[in-house]
């Protein structure tokens, strides 16, 4: 098993944030192991420096009193948690898990991951489910995150990199327009390349149906209907057809299925899609003329676009607008999707998501099984096929399904849409293991916890959202009792009796074999190196070899096909899961605020963060608010076919009168994804967490407090 990390150990200042996927470089420590503060790393060429609130505070959550620093588990006298050796509770997993194979066979055990993981640890995590547990049943949070963005471009391109070129790209483009994507709040140091984009004579636009701060710096606001972005970029592509603006030597000499496409978008005539969209004719003719116009336009896509039930079909709408004119390949132009979590791209390339094996292999094609069998040292028969995706292997927890859990670094119970169900069927579990580093709405279901290192207290590498490999170093000393997710692996291999397959002496030495597993796939790691990552601002993939500098951009000669052309797809604009009703006439949609990350676990735990944020609002406008006789600061409950949850009331014209918005960070009677509707899209698999009808089912007078 790998070594613990010693106090003699020199402790690194450069690293970076433990939160998004712009993975900020930062500067932390004091070179004794103690964390002093945070600075943002001015050499760092994504961020420049520059950080929001949350990495400005994350080095308070080392040495927070609420930390975790034993192994917890429940007394089954008390049902409370009582603290344990690592070798109690590590043989009680193992044991859990053995029975319960030995009873209902491997596929009744599961592995829940994160997009917060390393590149080592979720490969690792892959690796512990198919050859430990011999589980088809591993998927991760990036489900709900990422996946539309990453199937559409798979299935368009070949290959799924979030951005195909390095973010400060973004400065040049002389046209950049963000579809569903609020990073002014989510990715603040990123404004800085569209500040200079503005400075440099560029355009941006932004489709969202709230004003939001970045739809503010925008120079034309398209506020459309949620869940009808797939529409605005259909009726974008009609426009760019009838007004003779598209790209034809591209699309001829690069693209294949265009005429498809062109004749389905004949149908989304301009009043068509206003009135589906509520984009006025001239807004839309405008922001095609833009696209067009400009010498190189970016089509960037974030979660508002991506997160329903169509958000495969809603992304291939947009890349088909990039393909027709012709902005791929160009310089500073094309489509991307702005990753959400840390290690949202390394952690969906890397196998602990259902389908996958590493570097992108695909678990049900012969070859790729074989590769990573004889990497493995296993028979290509022994490895487990497709297992569930990340809702549906949640909801098939319980004594017929998936009987024992191991979750790694993820809050299920606050993340995962309709969440009141996803608690009860964890409750239904036979056993449940959670690693964190905090008790959350998760651990509070488990049977045993085990409290697992801190970003800054271990090594490992990170794939950001321009598909640029970083490292994070050791900047902090780890706590004695607390150990790292690649030990706790180690630690169940070797009870579960395969312990000879996980025999990694670092973290480097995980990455080593990783590397192997990716070579000559389509996420290719071969060539990078700890030592090659700390020579430059960080590697990107594909990198085949160590003497490849990597890739910055992509696609300039060709796309990944074998014809080496990219694939229009025709889609067509489609209802969402569930639509406004008499009972339930408004909409809701979801989001994030600056001061929180994804499901609040760290967040919610610093002071600053929760003083500036300490419960969620509900945004509605005026007129509704006025319906209902809500005064700004009311409690308001919101209801919809699933469950209630309740809100402080932030009375705003940013929101259309119709919708509602609430953020996703807290659980309990505060949680948002109560309400969210599970519809998943058919091909990525992706929860609809933008789009839910709902009701206001009581006004109170008092306000929420800051407690959970
Ligand atoms: Fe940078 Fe994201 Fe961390 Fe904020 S949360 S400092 S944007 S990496």
Known sequence: ??????????????????????????????????????????????????????????HTLLEHPQRLLTPLVRA??????????????????????????????????????????????AYLLGKFARVALRTPNIDYNGRYCMSSAAAGANRAFGIDRGLPFPVADIAHAEVAYLAGSNCADTLPPIMQWFDLQK??????????????????????HLQLNPGSDLALHNGLLAIAVEENLIDRAAIDARTTGFDAVRRTVLDYHPAHVERLTGVPEAQMRTAARWMAAAKSCMLLSGRGAEQQ???????????????????????????GCLTGQGNGQGGREHGQKADQLPGYRLIEVEADREFIAKLWGVEASALPRKGKSAFELLDALGPTGIRALLVAGSNVVVASPDSLRIESRLRSLDFLAVNDSFENETTAHAHVVLPVAQWAEEEGTMTNLEGRVIRRRVSARMPRNVRTDIQVLQGLADRLGVGEKFTFKSTEAVFAELRQATAGATADYAG?????????????????????????????????????????????????????????????????????????T???????????????????????????????????????????????????????????????????????????????????????????????????????????
């Open 76 to 121: 089954k006298a008390t049902d409370a948690f009582q603290t344990a050796s690592w070798d109690y509770a590590l043989d009680l997993i193992a044991e859990k898990f053995e029975a319960i194979r030995a009873e209902s066979g491997p596929a009744a055990l599961g592995v829940f991951g994160s997009g917060a993981l390393s590149n080592e640890k």
């Open 1 to 58: 098993m790998m070594p613990l990390p010693t106090a003699t150990e020199t402790f690194a200042l450069r690293t970076h944030c433990p939160y998004c996927a712009y993975q900020c470089g930062i500067l932390l420590g004091d070179g004794d192991g103690r964390p002093l503060g945070v600075m943002g790393d001015p050499h760092f060429p994504v961020n420049n420096g520059q950080l929001c609130i949350k990495g400005w505070t994350a």
């Open 309 to 335: 039930s169509k958000g495969v079909d809603t992304v291939h709408s947009l890349i088909n607008l990039a393909l027709a004119l012709g902005l791929m390949g160009k310089p500073h132009s094309g489509y």
């Open 528 to 600: 990078i190196t700890y030592a090659k990552i700390d020579a430059t601002d960080g590697v990107f993939w594909p990198c085949p070899d160590e003497e490849h500098p990597g890739t910055p951009r992509m696609f300039t000669e060709r796309f990944h096909h074998k014809d080496g052309r990219a694939k229009f797809f025709p889609v067509t604009h489609r209802a969402a899961g569930e639509e406004p009703s008499a009972e339930y006439p408004l909409t809701l949609t979801t989001g994030r605020y600056k001061e929180h990350y994804n499901s609040g």
């Open 199 to 220: 400075a440099n004579g560029g355009r941006l636009i932004v489709a969202d149906p709230r004003r939001t701060a970045t739809a503010r710096a925008a120079d034309l």
């Open 602 to 708: 760290q967040t919610r735990l610093v002071s600053r963060l929760a003083a500036a944020k300490p419960s969620p609002c509900v945004q509605l406008h005026p007129r509704l608010a006025a319906r209902h006789d809500i005064q700004a600061g009311a409690t308001v409950v919101i209801e919809s076919r699933r469950g209630k949850a309740e809100f402080v009331a932030d009375v705003t014209t940013d929101v259309r009168p119709d919708v509602l918005f609430v953020p996703f960070h807290w659980g309990g009677r505060r949680a948002a994804n109560a309400l969210t509707n599970a519809a998943l899209d058919p091909v990525s698999r992706m929860p609809e967490f933008k789009y839910a009808a709902v009701r206001i089912a009581a006004v109170k007078v008092t306000t929420v407090g800051a407690g959970a």
